[in-house]
């Protein structure tokens, strides 16, 4: 295995050069690796867009919580009305991100998006709000 010094030196213009001297089969392999790698980092990063716009930030979940049942009891003030709108606004938009993300993941895993939530133990009635 390279030292991390040696792989420092490495550019782009040096590994093409390498890669430019593999026989075929090994370039066809190389290439094949390569494509694996590059879709397991893209598939990482969904995971990371889902897990991250699944609900709000610990303390805004909590005001967020608390917001709504003022409300549910007609107890919140307008301030805390338009607060609460606010905070769904912004739960909405990360529900729209986690469901593209979603979507994305089930089409390159070639499974249905209600498989691919079960598969990451997320309920399909999630209550958002």
């Known amino acids: 295995m390279a030292s991390s010094q040696a792989v ?8 093409l050069e390498i890669v430019k001297s593999l026989p ?4 066809e392999r190389f290439l094949a690796k390569l494509d694996e790698w ?6 990482e990063e969904l995971l990371r867009v889902i897990k991250e716009n699944s609900q709000l930030p610990p303390e805004k979940q909590k005001r967020f919580n608390r ?13 805390e009305h338009a607060e609460y709108l606010a ?3 912004e739960l909405e ?15 390159r895993r070639g499974v249905k998006v209600q498989d691919l939530m079960r598969e990451l133990g997320i309920g399909e009635k999630v209550e958002v709000i």
Do not use: G, P, Y
Not at 24 to 27: R, Y
Not at 38 to 43: D, G, N
Not at 67 to 79: F, G
Not at 93 to 107: M, P
């Open 8 to 15: 420092s030196r490495w550019t782009a213009e040096s590994l």
């Open 38 to 43: 590059r879709a397991s980092r893209e598939e």
């Open 93 to 107: 938009q990360r529900n729209i991100k986690r469901l593209k993300a979603l979507i994305e993941l089930a089409r």
């Open 67 to 79: 917001l709504r049942r003022k409300l549910q009891s007609e107890t919140a003030t307008e301030k």
């Open 24 to 27: 075929d089969n090994e370039l």
């Open 87 to 89: 905070l769904l606004q």
